[in-house]
């Protein structure tokens, strides 16, 4: 079945410093692929997705890339900033509408 | 943003005894999931619904059952709650054109 690896963490970095959590992926076919991030007490969020390869998803200055041939979808950001710890979750989409299929998140803490 | 309501938002029930969380909708969207997310797990699909009445198992659907008589709602329902079963539970919609799934706040459930 479709899996979803990515670093558990907690990532600690502090702020400005350069972000990059690893993703990587397991399906049949050509999944969609997403990043969601939850901040503490709340639901999740897109953030940002792409649908083929070689697609670029970009949002609030997190970028990342669908590597088919190497199954990745690696999350980056610059610059971190304080405001952006949480917990961000790597997840792909099948042919289907049976769910998303998730990694088991990255916690992230940005200090200052 | 989907609309989508959870109740209750915190619950605390014994061993034993039924419960049923909620979620609505007011966007009209055709699907619906239900997932568990435990620390290590990421999140987990439960079960989904295609449609009014249409409903079908995910990853971990032992212990619960699902109904739906209306597209804007979706219960789920532990029949004989367990200590397995706390946890944080979340509902998801996806609209026809979406390639993102919309998430609600979440019920956090506490099995005595």
């Known amino acids: 079945g479709d899996s979803v690896t990515q670093m558990e963490g907690p990532v600690t970095l502090s702020e400005e410093a350069f972000l990059t959590i690893n993703c990587t992926y397991t399906a049949t076919g050509y999944p969609s692929l997403f990043w969601y991030v939850q901040y503490p007490g709340e639901g999740l969020q ?4 792409a649908t083929k390869a070689d697609d670029k998803g970009s949002n609030k200055g997190f970028e990342a890339t669908y590597r088919k041939e190497t199954t990745s979808f690696h999350l980056e950001k610059g610059s971190v900033q304080v405001s952006d710890s949480a917990v961000y979750f790597c997840a792909l989409r099948g042919g289907g509408a049976d769910g998303l299929t998730f990694g088991k998140g990255t916690h992230l803490i940005i200090q200052p | 943003d989907a609309g989508i309501t959870q109740s209750p938002r915190h619950k605390v029930t014994e061993t034993g005894t039924p419960v049923t969380l909620r979620c609505h909708q007011t966007e009209n969207h055709r699907y619906m999931y239900w997932y568990r997310q435990d620390p290590g797990h990421g999140l987990r699909l439960i079960h989904y619904s295609y449609g009014v009445k249409d409903t079908d198992k995910g990853e971990v659907s032992d212990g619960y059952s699902v109904s739906r008589s209306k597209t804007e ?7 004989s709650a367990t200590s397995s079963q706390t946890s944080v539970y979340f509902c998801a919609t996806l609209g026809l054109t979406a390639y993102g799934y919309t998430f609600g706040s979440g019920t956090r459930l506490t099995v005595v």
């Open chain 1, 46 to 49: 897109l953030l940002l997705k």
């Open chain 2, 73 to 79: 709602d979706f219960l789920l329902t532990l029949e």
